[in-house]
T-cell receptor, first 111, second 114 residues
Framework: DAGVIQSPRHEVTEMGQEVTLRCKPI?????LFWYRQTMMRGLELLIY????????DSGMPEDRFSAKMPNASFSTLKIQPSEPRDSAVYFC?????????FGPGTRLTVT | AQSVTQPDIHITVSEGASLELRCNYS??????LFWYVQSPGQGLQLLLK??????LVQGIKGFEAEFKRSQSSFNLRKPSVHWSDAAEYFCAVAPPQAGTALIFGKGTTLSVSS
């Protein structure tokens, strides 16, 4: 199995631009999670889906952030417009039981 | 509120020495418990997990962890550290059911000296 796949691995963009992060979960996993990692706040949950349905989006910072899961094999996290404080590593994880398996992350830099 | 505390921000151990990383949690019931490891620039790799049963769990890379209900702790141990173990280690908890999010501690950075 290829594991959780995230793209792009690195993204550099200017403030105000739209950013879309992509995630392909492990086949057969029915839960998908988006986390953000920063030095200041550590690892924090943004949103998660069970069976493609958003369950908890309370961690999404503000309306500039949105996430979708149109099918069991694909999810996107969109930031529009992006701001420098959004610079972080964004991780996607998937699960079919209690444990979660993480992708390699997308390092986002907003200048 | 649910929380995870890793009291040690940074630990240095000599290669070949034993290691114990501390983790305490605050949760109403016995949660699912996890340890993950993150090497620089990499994602998080699951080392081990505790759901129920035997309180001493074995993981990958020679790591083990012991769940102590009375102390709300889930400390990670390794009898002999290798230089390749240098990384950041995260303890995490989740409600005792599938399909729920993890709550992470702040992490402990492990350095290994020769």
């Amino acid at each position: 199995d290829a594991g959780v796949i995230q793209s792009p691995r690195h993204e550099v963009t200017e403030m105000g631009q739209e950013v879309t992060l992509r995630c392909k979960p492990i086949s057969g996993h029915n839960s998908l999670f988006w986390y953000r990692q920063t030095m200041m706040r550590g690892l924090e949950l943004l949103i998660y889906f069970n069976n493609n349905v958003p369950i908890d989006d309370s961690g999404m910072p503000e309306d500039r952030f949105s996430a979708k899961m149109p099918n069991a094999s694909f999810s996107t996290l969109k930031i529009q417009p992006s701001e420098p404080r959004d610079s972080a590593v964004y991780f996607c994880a998937s699960s079919s039981g209690g444990e979660q398996y993480f992708g390699p992350g997308t390092r986002l830099t907003v200048t | 509120a649910q929380s995870v505390t890793q009291p040690d921000i940074h630990i240095t151990v000599s290669e070949g020495a034993s290691l114990e990383l501390r983790c305490n949690y605050s949760y109403g019931a016995t949660p699912y418990l996890f340890w993950y490891v993150q090497s620089p620039g990499q994602g998080l790799q699951l080392l081990l997990k505790y759901f129920s049963g035997d309180t001493l769990v074995q993981g990958i890379k020679g790591f083990e962890a012991e769940f102590k209900r009375s102390q709300s702790s889930f400390n990670l141990r390794k009898p002999s550290v290798h230089w390749s173990d240098a990384a950041e280690y995260f303890c995490a908890v989740a409600p005792p059911q599938a399909g729920t999010a993890l709550i992470f501690g702040k992490g402990t950075t492990l350095s290994v000296s020769s």
